[in-house]
Structures are given as structure tokens and as C-alpha cells.
């Protein structure tokens, strides 16, 4: 399984902003999706995720109502649409897949063993 991140950039508060994940090497409607995204101070932190069927939605608090997450099936790609974009939203994001997920254990980057190689996203003030 290979995963490719893009569309980082620099914005400015209460922009929007659209991440894609392509997804490649397996069956992309078997797998559940999450985005994290990671700065030096805090460290990894989950930000959503989307389960196989594509029914079933989950998000941080911190984001909750300001992104989606979503999935193209026949594009192959998850998408994290960010709207009201705050300065503290600014990190690495990165895309991750798992065939499996735990409903308990869909936030926990361990129940992960895809990710791709991240892409910057930074807000300023």
C-alpha cells in the first residue's frame, strides 16, 4: 500500500484548504482512513477518519465542524476538507490506512500501518 499526500500551503486565518490522499498497491474501498498531523511542540495528533464503507466519521474535537473527511472510491483518494483555519491548525498532516480498525482504537495511530509522507500546512495570523 502506498499513500501520497498533497495540497499544503500557506493560508491565512479562516481559509480553506482541501488535502488529498491518494491511495494505491491494494483494494482502496477495504480500508479505513485517518488523517494525523504532527508538530515539533505536541507530536502526533489525530484529526479524523473515515471507515471503510465510508458511513461512519470520526474527528478531534479541536476540528470538529470546521473539517470533513471524505472518500472517493473511484478516484481512489480520501480527502480532508479544512475550513476556518486557525494558526494552531498548522502541522505536518498525514494520511494513514489500515485494513482493520477497532471502532475503540480508530483514533490511535497505532492501528495504522500505512502512512504517507506528509504535507505542510501552515496558518498564519
Known amino acids: 500500500v502506498q499513500l501520497q499526500a498533497s495540497g499544503g500551503g500557506l493560508v491565512q486565518t479562516g481559509d480553506s484548504l482541501r488535502l488529498a490522499c491518494e491511495f494505491s498497491?491494494?483494494?482502496?474501498?477495504?480500508?479505513?482512513l485517518a488523517w494525523f498531523r504532527q508538530t515539533p511542540g505536541k507530536g502526533r495528533e489525530f484529526v479524523a477518519a473515515?471507515?471503510?464503507?465510508?458511513?461512519?466519521?470520526y474527528f478531534a474535537d479541536s476540528v470538529k465542524g470546521r473539517f470533513a473527511i471524505y472518500r472517493d472510491n473511484t478516484k481512489n483518494t480520501v480527502y480532508l476538507q479544512m475550513n476556518s483555519l486557525r494558526p494552531e491548525d498548522t502541522a505536518v498532516y498525514y494520511c494513514?490506512?489500515?485494513?482493520?480498525?477497532?471502532?475503540?482504537?480508530?483514533?490511535?495511530?497505532?492501528?495504522?500501518?500505512?502512512w504517507g509522507q506528509g504535507t505542510l500546512v501552515t496558518v498564519s495570523s
Open positions: 473515515i471507515r471503510r464503507n465510508g458511513g461512519h466519521t
Open positions: 494513514a490506512a489500515s485494513s482493520g480498525v477497532i471502532l475503540s482504537q480508530v483514533r490511535r495511530g497505532e492501528s495504522y500501518p500505512y
Open positions: 498497491g491494494s483494494t482502496f474501498s477495504s480500508y479505513s
